[in-house]
Nanobody, 118 residues
Framework: QVQLVESGGGAVQAGGSLRLSCAASGSIRSINAMAWFRQAPGKERELVARISNLGSTYYANAVKGRFTISKDNAKNTLYLQMNSLKSEDTAMYYC????????????WGQGTQVTVSS
């Protein structure tokens, strides 16, 4: 089992920055990719950014150039650096992990709220 705990959310003005963290524990060696998702009220869950164990990254077009996903293996922590925040970035942000051979992300954190005011 893998446990994920997000932190770092909060309220920020448009144009500001936040850094989200996701602490992973449990059977971490079984993970082959991690990602950040978000869900705003009335909208479907959206993939924001993804990083594989090999270091390849993916970003949604809406955040490309503004957000950066990274990880610190020594600390078992995933990060999402969010710059130039917009009001449309307001959402609950979730950390997720996928194990090798899995068809989807099956491990989820409880979420951290990001609110961007303008």
């Amino acid at each position: 089992q893998v446990q994920l705990v997000e932190s770092g959310g909060g309220a920020v003005q448009a144009g500001g920055s936040l850094r989200l963290s996701c602490a992973a524990s449990g059977s971490i060696r079984s993970i082959n990719a991690m990602a950040w998702f978000r869900q705003a009220p009335g909208k479907e869950r959206e993939l924001v950014a993804r990083i594989s164990n090999l270091g390849s990254t993916y970003y949604a077009n809406a955040v490309k150039g503004r957000f950066t996903i990274s990880k610190d293996n020594a600390k078992n922590t995933l990060y999402l650096q969010m710059n130039s925040l917009k009001s449309e970035d307001t959402a609950m942000y979730y950390c997720a992990a996928r194990r090798a051979a899995a068809d989807s992300f099956t491990y989820w954190g409880q979420g951290t709220q990001v609110t961007v005011s303008s």
